[in-house]
């Protein structure tokens, strides 16, 4: 049974930084390139960061590049994502998955809000 669990998003202020992280199960994480998605109400669902399975190749949307780094950690299943310089606009939910995403792969997602 294929897990993703995202975890690490919270409340921070404009110029802040966080850092995410989603753990995989149930399948060969390492083989795949894995992506950071968010969606905010109303919107749909867009990819933020990618990086491939061994080459480590990175995305990123126009958005976020120079202030977001996605990473990951094959021996831990792990994927990351460190945010800085969050904007207001960052807020959102953040989920991790496959790239392209599988939708049966899609876990709760973690809340970042970012607010003065």
């Known amino acids: 049974q294929v897990q993703l669990v995202e975890s690490g998003g919270g409340l921070v202020q404009p110029g802040g930084s966080l850092r995410l992280s989603c753990e995989a199960s149930?399948?060969?994480?390492?083989?795949?390139?894995m992506g950071w998605y968010r969606q905010t109400p109303g919107k749909e669902r867009e990819l933020v960061a990618s990086?491939?399975?061994?080459?480590?190749?990175?995305d990123y949307a126009d958005s976020v590049k120079g202030r977001f780094t996605i990473s990951r950690d094959n021996a831990k299943n792990t994927l990351y994502l460190q945010m800085n310089s969050l904007k207001l606009e960052d807020t959102a939910v953040y989920y991790c998955?496959?790239?392209?995403?599988?939708?049966?792969?899609w876990g709760q997602g973690t809340q970042v809000t970012v607010s003065s």
């Open positions: 998955n496959r790239k392209p995403p599988i939708g049966a792969y």
């Open positions: 990086i491939s399975s061994v080459r480590l190749n990175t």
């Open positions: 149930g399948f060969t994480f390492s083989a795949y390139t």
